[in-house]
């Protein structure tokens, strides 16, 4: 089941973030938004759509201004307010921004147990459990190498983001952590909505 758009997010205004604080309070009046543009086929808005910064122009190198800046504030804003702003990834793979409240919605529909999640998903959490990895760390030690390996470990890896699993800590370079441990409360109500709610189902 996929995070449903917020029904009470306020309307969005033209191009008007430029800094983190700016951000911030996008993302906490829409509750959720995706990175990039997505043509409007998700139901969501998108960061890129409110930041204000110049496209890139004909001819210019490079991602341009617009990009670079969607880019940096994605990554620090979880980084500067990991209380308060989530960054991961929705059933379908997109990545995302969202409050705390919303994060918590999310996670009833989408987190899974490890028992739930893939062989290579799992070799993955088995290192990442014994302290915050980068990527380049977490690749080499679970022994994603040979033919096929870093299409498998993104794979993993994503696995691990949408089941609700681990929660990157950094991003320079990206860090992974179980997902229990930076998030505890949220965690453990998850597990016993969970637990209700098949309780409920075996009851009828």
């Not at 960061?47 to 880019?71: I, Y």
């Not at 409240?101 to 799992?122: G, H, K, N, T």
């Not at 959490?125 to 302290?131: E, P, S």
């Not at 080499?140 to 949408?162: D, I, K, S």
């Given at each position: 089941?996929?995070?449903?758009?917020?029904?009470?997010?306020?309307?969005?205004?033209?191009?008007?973030?430029?800094?983190?604080?700016?951000?911030?309070?996008?993302?906490?009046?829409?509750?959720?938004?995706?990175?990039?543009?997505?043509?409007?086929?998700?139901?969501?808005?998108?960061?890129?759509?409110?930041?204000?910064?110049?496209?890139?122009?004909?001819?210019?190198?490079?991602?341009?201004?617009?990009?670079n800046l969607v880019?940096?504030?994605?990554?620090?804003?979880?980084?500067?307010?990991?209380?308060?702003?989530?960054?991961?990834k929705l059933a379908?793979?997109?990545?995302?921004?969202?409050?705390?409240?919303?994060?918590?919605?999310?996670?009833?529909e989408q987190r899974?147990?490890?028992?739930?999640?893939?062989?290579?998903?799992?070799?993955?959490?088995?290192?990442?459990?014994?302290?915050?990895?980068?990527?380049?760390?977490?690749?080499?030690?679970?022994?994603?190498?040979?033919?096929?390996?870093?299409?498998?470990?993104?794979?993993?890896?994503?696995?691990?983001?949408?089941?609700?699993?681990?929660?990157?800590?950094?991003?320079?370079?990206?860090?992974?952590?179980?997902?229990?441990?930076?998030?505890?409360?949220?965690?453990?109500?998850?597990?016993?909505?969970?637990?209700?709610?098949?309780?409920?189902?075996?009851?009828?």
């Amino acid at each position: 089941m996929r995070s449903t758009p917020s029904r009470d997010a306020a309307p969005i205004r033209d191009r008007w973030v430029r800094t983190v604080e700016d951000a911030k309070r996008f993302v906490e009046e829409v509750g959720l938004c995706l990175i990039f543009s997505e043509s409007g086929r998700l139901g969501y808005p998108t960061l890129w759509d409110v930041v204000d910064a110049p496209d890139k122009r004909p001819g210019e190198r490079g991602f341009g201004e617009r990009t670079n800046l969607v880019w940096r504030l994605k990554n620090d804003l979880p980084a500067m307010y990991p209380d308060e702003i989530f960054y991961g990834k929705l059933a379908n793979g997109r990545a995302m921004l969202c409050t705390i409240e919303r994060l918590e919605e999310i996670l009833r529909e989408q987190r899974r147990e490890p028992d739930e999640v893939s062989r290579d998903a799992r070799r993955l959490l088995t290192v990442i459990a014994t302290r915050p990895i980068t990527n380049r760390e977490l690749r080499a030690e679970a022994g994603f190498e040979g033919p096929g390996a870093e299409r498998r470990f993104n794979r993993a890896l994503q696995e691990l983001q949408v089941a609700m699993l681990i929660a990157r800590v950094d991003t320079d370079p990206d860090t992974w952590f179980p997902f229990d441990a930076a998030y505890p409360g949220l965690a453990e109500r998850a597990r016993a909505a969970r637990r209700r709610s098949s309780a409920g189902s075996r009851a009828r």
